[in-house]
């Protein structure tokens, strides 16, 4: 079987495993605070243009997610986000489970606006029996989405103008961030992140790094005590190093951003024979993941050679699949499946 279903299916990148092969013996301190960490997150800074921002490892997604979150929030308030957001469907409660409710708003396409979060803020505050509901305080967003999407830099400023305005921290869930930046449509830097959110983090783990997520704080207020609540949360590894190495391997020569490139190039192979299928999809994109609409019938036809996600049923003949490439996706598979889908569309 040829697995296009996720974007961490394999260890880590060749320089990422040299690096931990050659560090390997070498004594540090532990508990992310030995040289490796160090030297990772001053390249971090020094990418954001910004000397002034804390950056923490911490070990996966839903961990950087609910960590951060709980940081940000007292216990009466919550997060705002798309319904399709990571935090409200996938990660079994965690936030919830940091006693902070999420809130979510219909999106589209993955994304919500300056314009919905305002309405609904506001909202909130001219209800009359506002102290018996959940306040909003915290905007979180994925760039780019689970459906593949990403947020233009005019559309994070607004939001950042919103939040800003009415007193909402804004914080970007960047577990495929490395596919975003590589995206011929993106007009996003790390640098615009640093400045327009109160806290971001860049993935590791689906982009090159065998675990790992790189939590950048612009906003002091969400970093303090923020270490008491990484251990609080299980968080703090012992041997934290094995992140650092792995940062510093990522943040070097533009790596990071290198092997997300090749991902996405893979992608746009897959895409262009979709369109020259007229295949239509689910919703357009420009990263790793792509959501054609499929008949079922080639849908069984592809499952006895690929691995692919189910995403929603469309019609009843028709269902929207998950297709995703990653920096380790072989360009043999690739070209292997277009051919698939050439063929089987003949017969369809």
């Not at 996405?264 to 999809?281: F, G, K, N, Q």
Request: hydrophobic share 40%.
């Amino acid at each position: 079987m040829i697995y296009f279903n996720n974007d961490y299916s394999e260890g880590c990148h060749e320089k990422v495993l040299e690096a931990l092969t050659r560090t390997n013996l070498v004594q540090t301190p532990g508990y992310g605070e030995d040289e490796y960490c160090a030297r990772a997150a001053e390249k971090i800074r020094k990418l954001c243009g910004r000397e002034d921002v804390a950056v923490h490892f911490l070990v996966g997604g839903t961990q950087a997610n609910l960590t951060v979150i709980d940081a940000a929030l007292r216990p009466h308030q919550g997060a705002l986000c798309a319904v399709t957001g990571h935090i409200n469907g996938h990660e079994t409660g965690a936030v919830e489970a940091t006693g902070h409710k999420v809130l979510p708003l219909p999106g589209k396409s993955g994304k919500i606006s300056a314009e919905q979060v305002r309405s609904y803020v506001l909202a909130h505050r001219a209800d009359s029996s506002f102290e018996h509901m959940v306040q909003p305080k915290l905007v979180y967003i994925s760039s780019p989405s689970e459906l593949g999407t990403l947020y233009s830099l005019a559309e994070l400023e607004e939001l950042s103008q919103a939040c800003r305005e009415l007193g909402l921290y804004l914080f970007l869930d960047g577990a495929r961030l490395g596919y975003g930046l590589a995206s011929g449509e993106n007009d996003v830097t790390l640098q615009d992140l640093a400045r327009l959110c109160d806290v971001f983090y860049i993935g590791g783990t689906k982009v090159g790094a065998l675990f790992g997520e790189a939590v950048v704080i612009s906003n002091p207020a969400i970093g303090e005590d923020f270490r008491y609540l990484i251990k609080q949360h299980g968080g703090m590894l012992a041997k934290g190093r094995l992140l650092g190495v792995q940062f510093d391997a990522l943040m070097t020569d533009n790596l990071y951003v290198t092997i997300a490139a090749h991902a996405v190039a893979l992608a746009d192979r897959i895409r262009e024979t979709l369109d020259e299928l007229e295949i239509p999809y689910l919703v357009p994109g420009s990263t790793n993941q792509i959501f054609p609409i499929l008949p079922d019938s080639v849908l069984e036809e592809l499952a006895k050679e690929y691995v692919f996600c189910e995403q929603e049923r469309v019609d009843d003949t028709h269902r929207a699949v998950r297709f995703c490439t990653s920096w380790a996706t072989r360009e043999e598979n690739v070209d292997r499946l277009c051919q698939s889908l050439r063929e089987i569309a003949k017969i369809r």
